[in-house]
C-alpha cells in the first residue's frame, strides 16, 4: 500500500465506493471516513462517492452536516445504481445530472424484473424475490435464503454459492447465462437492460455505475479540466465472479476512466480486470489511503 499509493502521484479527483469501501457498513460511524474526507476537501481535491445507494443512506442522509460549505463545494456523489449524480450548492446536495425514467419507464422496469423473475422460476425452478423500490431499476435476490446483516457488500463464499445454484437449476451458463436472460426479457419489455450482478442480487435497470463515473468525470473536465489520468477509483467489488465478468464496482472503468488508476480493498479471492490493482485491507486500506494524500497534497 504505501509503495504503490503514497509518495508516487497526487490525484486531483478520488472516486470511491461508500459500503464496504468507505465504511464498513450503513449504520457504521461516519467519523472516521469523513475526517479522511476534509484533509482533502480543505485542498480543493475533488472527492466522488459512488454507489448503488440513495442519499438517505449516506451517513443517514447527513453529509452535509459534517462538512463546512466549502467542503462540499468539492463533493460529487454519483448514486442509486446510475440513477442520480449530485453536486453541493449552497452546502445542500443538488442533482444535476439523473437517469429517471417516467412512470411509464419504471413500470416497464418492473415488468421486466417480474418477468426475469418469472422466467427463472418457471424455465429453472430457481426461486428469487424482487425488489421494486429504486428508483431506475430493481433488485432480484437470488439468494433469497440468505441474510447479509448491516454488511451489504460481497462475501467471500457467495461467488461458490451462486454457482452452484445456477449449475443446480440448470443454468449451465453461469452468470453470463443468468445476465443473457434478464437481457432478453428486458428487450421483450422495450427495455435495453444493464444487468449486473454481486452474486447475492442481479440487479437490471437502466443504467449503472459507469453512467455515474463518465458524467461527473465529464463534469469535473468540464468545470476544473481533470482528465482521466488525474484520478484514482476504489472499490471492494472488482472481483471477477467468472469469466469475463467482474463485480459492480468494475464498471467504473469505462473509456473516460481507464486512463485512471484503480484500487481494490477487497481480500476475497479472484481475478480483476487487468487494470485493476488489489490491495486488500478493507475500509482501513483506504481511508488510510485519504490521510496519506491529504499530508502529499500540502
Not at 445507494?53 to 448514486?79: M, R
Not at 450548492?89 to 426475469?116: M, N, S
Not at 428469487?128 to 467471500?156: H, S, W
Amino acid at each position: 500500500m504505501e509503495k504503490e499509493t503514497s509518495g508516487l502521484k497526487k490525484y486531483r479527483g478520488i472516486f470511491f465506493d461508500w459500503d464496504g469501501t468507505a465504511v464498513i457498513s450503513r449504520k457504521a460511524p461516519v467519523e472516521e471516513a469523513v475526517a479522511a474526507m476534509k484533509g482533502l476537501l480543505d485542498k480543493g481535491v475533488k472527492l466522488v462517492i459512488v454507489s448503488g445507494t440513495t442519499y438517505e443512506n449516506i451517513a443517514d442522509g447527513k453529509l452535509e452536516e459534517y462538512l463546512t460549505e466549502e467542503e462540499l463545494n468539492h463533493l460529487y456523489l454519483g448514486l442509486g445504481r446510475g440513477a442520480y449524480n449530485y453536486r453541493f450548492e449552497k452546502g445542500k446536495p443538488v442533482v444535476f445530472a439523473d437517469r429517471i425514467p417516467d412512470r411509464e419507464g419504471i413500470l416497464r422496469i418492473h415488468d421486466a424484473a417480474y418477468g426475469i423473475h418469472r422466467e427463472l422460476l418457471e424455465a429453472y425452478g430457481l426461486e428469487t424475490d424482487v425488489i421494486f423500490c429504486r428508483p431506475n431499476y430493481c433488485k432480484i435476490d437470488l439468494m433469497a435464503g440468505k441474510d447479509r446483516g448491516e454488511q451489504l457488500f460481497m462475501q467471500e463464499d457467495e461467488i461458490g454459492s451462486l454457482k452452484a445454484i445456477l449449475n443446480g437449476n440448470g443454468i449451465k451458463g453461469g452468470l453470463g447465462e443468468l445476465l443473457q436472460i434478464a437481457c432478453k426479457v428486458g428487450q421483450k419489455h422495450g427495455i435495453e437492460m444493464k444487468a449486473t450482478c454481486d452474486a447475492k442480487y442481479l440487479e437490471a435497470g437502466i443504467s449503472d455505475k459507469s453512467d455515474n463515473v463518465d458524467m461527473i468525470l465529464g463534469e469535473l473536465e468540464k468545470r476544473f479540466q481533470i482528465k482521466g489520468e488525474e484520478c484514482c477509483f476504489w472499490g471492494d467489488e472488482f472481483v471477477g465472479l467468472e469469466e469475463g465478468i467482474y463485480g459492480s464496482d468494475s464498471f467504473m472503468i469505462t473509456g473516460k476512466t481507464k486512463t485512471g488508476d484503480f484500487f481494490d480493498v477487497s481480500s476475497v479471492n479472484g481475478k480483476r480486470p487487468k487494470n485493476v490493482q488489489q490491495l486488500g485491507g478493507g475500509v482501513e486500506c483506504f481511508l488510510n489511503f485519504l490521510k496519506r494524500q491529504g499530508e502529499e497534497q500540502q
